[in-house]
């Protein structure tokens, strides 16, 4: 029976999509990855390497396949499942970075979002790349420069863009170059704009802001990667108006905190959450304004959310 590796370039319904040396096939699952104990850790994902095996009988859409092994994955974004049908969704698999993307306003900047989406892609692990995008409705780019000063002071590369002026795309264009890449953010933030900017001829569709929340609506349904000439692929992400942490404890979140790496060591306790022990270096940081006092308070907004390390199941 003739086997071939793939890609997992998109999933709908119950048909996985493979990118292959037979080109893209259409796939179906082996039975047991329906048969395991957690069957949601082992069904393959947008960027899982699989082994399929060929169908002899190759229907009119194309080659067709049916998945029969899932390859290792390096890294994983995942989330809360908001459904709560389970307790994570994994975004995609086998990333090299996370693309941010934050609007600076419609809706505005959310920086307590950010450093959810931040903490996820270091855990997963890959890089993340913050990029805060509608930089023509702008009114202040100092403001700007301002708010991202501290992550840029933590090495995270940050662009500034606009899908409608075509400020940023360039260089964000030289960052994709060779990589896989996810583009994650809120609803409305403009990914699918940006991208179709970055890449012309994806074309994926545009959605609005609402006017009565403020917020961004969905557009995007689902995640697909696509691969573009410089090499590497690319893809958009659903957007999101919140992001759970999964795969990080209380005893770990912190470890995820560039700005406290300095400070860490300091701490009186080994087991230091920085949030009520006594002699913490990170709070005593926070106190001389070493460490930035919104990035400390989104931590311990972040702690009161997350498990103790004996109730962590970690997705992979």
Known sequence: METTQGLVIR??????????GFGEIR???????RL?????????????????RIEQGRG????????????????????????????????????????????????????????????SAACG??????????????????????????YRTMGYRCVCSSALTGEGVEGLAGMLAGKLSIFAGPSGSGKSSLISRVQPGLELVVGNVSARTGKGMH??????????????YLGDTPGVREFGIWGVSKEKLAGYFRDFALFRA???????????????????????????????????????TVSDERNMKRPW
């Open 27 to 33: 796939c179906s699952l082996r039975g047991k990855f």
């Open 60 to 119: 009119a859409g194309g080659t067709q396949g049916v998945i029969v092994e899932l390859g290792i994955r390096r890294s994983i974004l995942a989330r809360t499942d908001p459904s709560q049908r389970k307790g994570y969704r994994i975004l995609g698999a086998n990333m090299d970075q996370a693309i941010l993307v934050f609007a600076v306003k419609e809706p505005e900047l959310n920086l307590r979002l950010l450093d959810r989406m931040l903490v």
């Open 125 to 150: 692990p890959m890089d993340a790349v913050i990029c805060v995008n509608k930089m023509d409705l702008a009114d202040s780019r100092a403001r700007i420069d301002e708010s991202l000063a501290p």
């Open 266 to 304: 300091g701490c009186r306790f080994a087991t230091c959450t920085h949030s009520h022990e006594p002699d913490c270096a990170v709070k005593d940081a926070v106190e001389r304004g070493d460490v930035s006092r919104d990035r400390y308070e989104s931590y311990l907004r972040i702690l009161e």
């Open 36 to 52: 395991g104990d957690a069957p949601e850790e082992v069904l393959p994902v947008v960027g899982d390497n699989v082994l399929v």
């Open 219 to 232: 557009t995007t349904s689902h995640f697909e990667i696509h691969r573009i000439p410089r090499g590497g």
């Open 11 to 20: 999933i709908k319904g119950a048909a996985f999509f493979v990118e292959s």
